[in-house]
């Protein structure tokens, strides 16, 4: 099992932007689609961004035209570039795999988007 270690999370007001990471120390993610998911409290966990081995990106409709997933040049880390941030965009979140040739990884604890009015 690898595990996963999200960070770049923070506290922005409307309108700005994050830049959210997700790494698993000592591997890359060159063979992995990866996934970020987010779960605002009292909501179901959802899926906000899919980057996929094939290379297709997607995005669920609410960050479509914000959010921009990608690979670092090393393959070894994958973002979530965040513009334009709202409230309704506060959650946790959380990266794995979506498709590929990967190990399980272990799901990391998170890193917490807060956005205020």
């Known amino acids: 099992q690898v595990q996963l270690v999200e960070s770049g999370g923070g506290s922005v007001q409307a309108g700005g932007s994050l830049r959210l990471s997700c790494t698993a120390p000592?591997?890359?993610?060159?063979?992995?689609?990866m996934v970020w998911y987010r779960h605002a409290a009292g909501k179901p966990r959802e899926w906000v961004s899919i980057?996929?081995?094939?290379?297709?990106?997607m995005y669920t409709d609410s960050v479509k035209g914000r959010f921009t997933i990608s690979k670092g040049k090393a393959e070894d880390t994958v973002y979530l570039q965040m513009n334009s941030l709202k409230v309704e965009d506060t959650a946790m979140y959380s990266c794995?795999?979506?498709?590929?040739?990967?190990?399980?990884?272990?799901w990391g604890q998170g890193t917490q988007v807060t956005v205020s009015a």
């Open positions: 794995n795999q979506y498709d590929g040739r990967c190990p399980e990884f272990v």
């Open positions: 980057l996929s081995t094939d290379g297709r990106r």
């Open positions: 000592g591997f890359t993610f060159n063979s992995c689609g």
